[in-house]
């Protein structure tokens, strides 16, 4: 089991910045692949990036590629979402999950999740 526990959330205008991040903690917290999911009321949880556990390959859902860039710590069992060009229908609670046997690409089936932080894009 590992233990997620997100912040940086919070009120950008558009066109802004933000930067998430998820620290990971627990005996094996390194050997999990990252992935940030974003859940708006009414919605299903949707993808937005990932990142493998050991060669730092990633992913990203075509909503945020070119914007979004995910990078994580091994140093600092940390996982780091950077938002730039932030838009209003990026607005949602983002969550950070971890799994240790496959990229967490889609949430079907993921256990490790983080309590989710705020963020909220104004026009």
Request: glycine share 10%.
């Amino acid at each position: 089991q590992v233990q997620l526990v997100e912040s940086g959330g919070g009120l950008v205008q558009a066109g802004g910045s933000l930067r998430l991040t998820c620290v990971a903690s627990g005996p094996t917290a390194s050997s999990y692949a990252m992935g940030w999911f974003r859940q708006t009321p009414g919605k299903e949880r949707e993808f937005v990036a990932a990142i493998t556990r050991y060669d730092g390959n990633t992913f990203y859902a075509d909503s945020v590629k070119g914007r979004f860039t995910i990078s994580r710590d091994y140093a600092k069992n940390t996982v780091y979402l950077q938002m730039n060009s932030l838009k209003p229908e990026d607005t949602a609670v983002y969550y950070c999950a971890a799994d240790n046997k496959r990229v967490p690409v889609s949430s079907l089936g993921l256990e490790n999740w983080g309590q989710g932080t705020q963020v909220t894009v104004s026009s």
